[in-house]
């Protein structure tokens, strides 16, 4: 399976100097945890680092900022971390340990930004894989017990018991 079968095509962007209330608006608006942040390069926008719903807590209400004074640009993480959509499941999950995120902006053969793939969307992929792993393995032993039924026990062996009885010893 690859990156491209599991990845959100549905990528939400969010210019640097917006301040925070306006990615909070995008975020809830469009159902997203992260944002990918944008700038005004030669050509064009370009990609400058991505913005979390956990940015916008903790690096800036929890920390007592103004979160009106500030601008998304001033907590987004970067540089981004990208994998492309032909990647399996492993070189992702790998990408994301190695750089330690959650997520994973895709990119395809020209190097455009064409998804993101999330944590939850890896999780998701590879449970239902190992859903179908455990039904192949519960239906070949149904399968097996129907083709072939438990062979009957063999006879136990008759046993024989001496007499009970002094066995030989006689009284004095």
Known sequence: MTVAQVCSR???TV???APLAAAARLMRDHHVGALVVTARAEHGHGVVGVVTDRDLVVEGLARGADAAGLRVGQLMRGPVVVVAE???LGEA???MQAHGVRRLLVTDAQGHLCGMASFDDLLSALAAQFTTLATAVR???ER???ERPPLAPPPL???RLPRFGTAGWTAP
């Open 86 to 88: 032909t990647a399996g």
């Open 144 to 146: 097996e017990a129907a």
């Open 10 to 12: 549905q990528v939400v």
């Open 15 to 17: 210019d640097h100097d």
């Open 139 to 141: 239906v070949g032993r």
């Open 157 to 159: 062996p008759a046993l």
């Open 93 to 95: 999950l790998e990408r």
